[in-house]
């Protein structure tokens, strides 16, 4: 009898990112970015994906399930920690589950831009992580709370829905929250941190109009707040905040976040040819005079121009980072095009 660990042991064995469980098809893993059956099963039955499901949950996760359609936690197998969400689908259970990895990675593990290293030593102010689901914004996240633990001794407050990443001990303490079991939302625990002595928040989503303005208070008032947002790019990241909130509030934040925002980093995955697996592709926005001065006046169409002549300072724009990735044998021609935000003028340099 198929058991919801033997999948998660495949996946960990050729180091698949993602296992999926659904009726009428055999147990999947996302492997290099792109779905693979399991090799050994045959289509599941509804009956066999509600019965892996009920391995993984306890009795009151099941209560939910059957209540809310629908429920996100952490999973361990063996030594592989898991952030699962088990949820109904055409009158089936389905499970998606992201396996993570057992030790957080360094900024230089991840080929990450060496300017982020610097953001160790911000005190105050808001850092970004932007990207579609599955870029590896949370491991970034986990690379630079790790970077500040190893460095200094603060107090370290992470939010989290679930718990991704277990931190070692290091200089700083860490307290982690999990949303639906140590707190009841991130706009709640962001607002009770306050009162926790923090000096580094981790807010490990901003959905929501109350929880950014939360976030942007944190950083007035002198902690360092780091979140991610689903955008594809910097400048996105900054419209993304404004427009959530009511127009007769928009100055405001505007000129909140000019105050606050010390850098976005927006990021990809692309399929590498030099070995397996997938390597990183990042947009780096340092805030700069310029920078503020662009958010504050609401021209933030003009970012890109400034990134993109801030080479020095470290920042880059998502297409240059790809395009020196094709150049240096890391990725293909076709990907570069493929992942590229201008993917005509990218394919008249690379093909």
Same mark, same amino acid.
């Given at each position: ?124 102010? &808001? %850092? ?5 689901? *599955?870029?590896?914004?949370? !491991?970034? #996240? ?5 970077? $500040? ?119 990809? &995955? %692309? ?5 397996? *697996?997938?390597?990183?592709? !990042?947009? #780096? ?5 310029? $920078? ?60």
């Amino acid at each position: 009898m198929l058991k919801f660990a033997d999948c998660v042991r495949k996946c960990a064995e050729v180091g698949a990112s993602d296992l999926h469980i659904c009726a009428g098809y055999p147990p999947s893993m996302r492997h290099n970015g792109s779905l693979e059956a399991i090799d050994f099963e045959e289509p599941l039955t509804p009956a066999e994906c509600t019965s892996l499901a009920y391995e993984i949950l306890n009795p009151i996760q099941i209560d939910t399930l059957k209540k809310e359609g629908e429920i996100d936690f952490a999973f361990t197998v063996d030594d592989t920690r898991l952030r699962i969400n088990v949820y109904q689908q055409s009158g089936t259970t389905a499970i998606a589950a992201r396996l993570l990895r057992n030790e957080i990675p360094s900024i230089e593990d991840l080929e990450l831009p060496e300017a982020l290293t610097n953001l160790r030593h911000k005190r105050h102010g &808001l %850092i970004l992580v932007t990207g579609i689901t *599955g870029s590896g914004k949370s !491991t970034t #996240l986990a690379a630079l709370v790790q970077l $500040i633990n190893k460095n200094f001794s603060n107090h370290i407050i992470t939010i989290e829905e679930p718990i991704e990443y277990v931190y070692p001990k290091g200089k700083a303490i860490i307290n982690q929250r999990e949303i639906g079991t140590d707190c009841k939302s991130f706009a709640n625990a962001l607002r009770a941190a306050l009162r926790e002595d923090p000096d580094v928040i981790l807010v490990g989503e901003m959905r929501d109009n109350e929880t950014i303005a939360t976030a942007l208070s944190a950083a007035e008032t002198g902690h360092l707040v780091l979140s991610t947002l689903h955008t594809i790019d910097v400048a996105g990241a900054v419209d993304r905040m404004i427009d959530s909130f009511p127009a007769h509030q928009q100055s405001q934040i505007r000129t909140q976040i000019a105050d606050v925002l010390e850098c976005v980093v927006s990021q990809q &995955l %692309i399929p590498r040819i030099d070995k397996d *697996g997938r390597v990183v592709a !990042t947009e #780096l926005m340092l805030c700069n005079s310029a $920078i503020r001065a662009h958010i504050r006046e609401a021209k933030t169409f003009q970012i890109p121009n400034t990134i993109s002549t801030s080479r020095k300072q470290g920042m880059m724009l998502m297409d240059d980072c790809i395009y020196e990735l094709y150049v240096r044998g890391k990725i293909s021609g076709n990907s570069a095009v493929t992942f590229a935000h201008d993917r005509e003028a990218m394919s008249k340099k690379v093909i």
